[in-house]
């Protein structure tokens, strides 16, 4: 498999990971309630969009590094 599309692959995973707080909030709000849950909800929404696009790119230079380890502090 090319080195892309594995890349491509973890960023995706690593996406959807960051989305599990968002639904989990979501289906407590639908089961309470939505309207008394909308703060909550936006507060995620933004955290997990946020999340997601520092993440995402990160991802992609750490792998295109190669995994280069830190430098020595000595």
Do not use: E, N, W
Not at 34 to 54: N, S
Request: with cysteine; charged share 10%.
């Amino acid at each position: 498999m090319p080195a892309q599309t594995v890349k491509r692959r973890v960023q995706f995973v690593c996406a959807v990971f960051l989305h599990i707080p968002l639904v989990a909030i979501a289906a407590y709000a639908l089961s309470q309630g939505v309207t008394a849950h909308l703060q909550i909800l936006g507060v995620a929404l933004v955290a997990t969009l946020i999340g997601t696009m520092l993440i995402v790119p990160y991802i992609g230079r750490a792998l295109d590094d190669g995994g280069t380890p830190a430098r020595s502090q000595s």
